[in-house]
């Protein structure tokens, strides 16, 4: 089976920066996801990561380390939209995610 | 490009009842399509996956004649809750892969919210 596991909460004000970690244990890996989700919509996609490092992308970045099973999603120049649940997803044959973590955005 | 819609967007009805939802592609052919469910403040699990033209693999613990799916062609999958209880209130999201290996191969609809009174 699959244990993903981020942090539930994570508050921060606007403008500054903010990491949401994610450290995965799984059978097989073949890419890691991360996702937005606001509240009552489906989730958007936003980041993907198969090679170890940090891939950049406007004002997110996501890193991957293969071999610690460790992945971060960095949110910079927080705005008030960005308010929203973030999902750590990892594919083996299928997609599982973890939780998400709940990043509120105060002014 | 890539668009997946869902019918009904959220669907209130008695216990006992069956309740059908749709998932569509708009603007690709999906081979396979894959049926969420996420319960309040909690993350997607998946239910089952359909691939068209033959019967759903369903993940552990999910009864396939409670959730029937259905994948008729390469648009659109269904999903019926069958006798639904309040139990099976929940927020139903589907997605669709065109098979290709691509970075990000599936694409959600926007979810179905079922209430079961």
């Known amino acids: 089976g699959q244990n993903i596991d981020q942090p539930t909460e994570m508050t921060a004000t606007e403008g500054a920066i903010v990491q949401i970690n994610c450290t995965y244990q799984t059978s097989g890996f073949n890419g890691l996801f991360w996702y937005q989700q606001h509240a009552g919509e489906a989730p958007t996609f936003l980041s993907y990561n198969v090679l170890d490092g940090l891939e950049e992308k406007g004002r997110f970045s996501s890193f991957l380390s293969r071999s610690k099973g460790y992945s971060y999603l960095l949110l910079k120049e927080l705005q008030m939209k960005d308010s929203a649940s973030y999902l750590c997803?990892?594919?083996?044959?299928?997609?599982?995610f973890g939780a998400g973590t709940t990043v509120t955005v105060r002014a | 490009g890539a668009v997946v819609s869902q019918h009904p967007s959220w669907v209130i009805c008695k216990s006992g009842t069956s309740v059908k939802i749709e998932c569509r592609s708009l603007?690709?052919?999906?081979?396979?399509m894959f049926w969420y469910r996420q319960f309040p403040k909690q993350s997607l699990m998946l239910m089952a996956t359909s691939n068209e033209g033959s019967k759903a693999t369903y993940e552990q613990g999910v009864e396939k004649d409670k959730f029937l799916i259905n994948h008729a062609s390469l648009t659109l999958s269904t999903l019926t809750v069958t006798s639904a209880h309040p139990e099976d209130s929940s927020f139903y999201i589907c997605?669709?892969?065109?098979?290709?290996?691509?970075?990000?191969?599936?694409?959600f609809g926007p979810g179905t919210r079922l209430t079961v009174l």
């Open positions: 603007d690709f052919q999906a081979t396979t």
């Open positions: 997803a990892v594919r083996e044959y299928k997609l599982s």
């Open positions: 997605s669709a892969s065109s098979g290709r290996r691509e970075l990000n191969e599936q694409f």
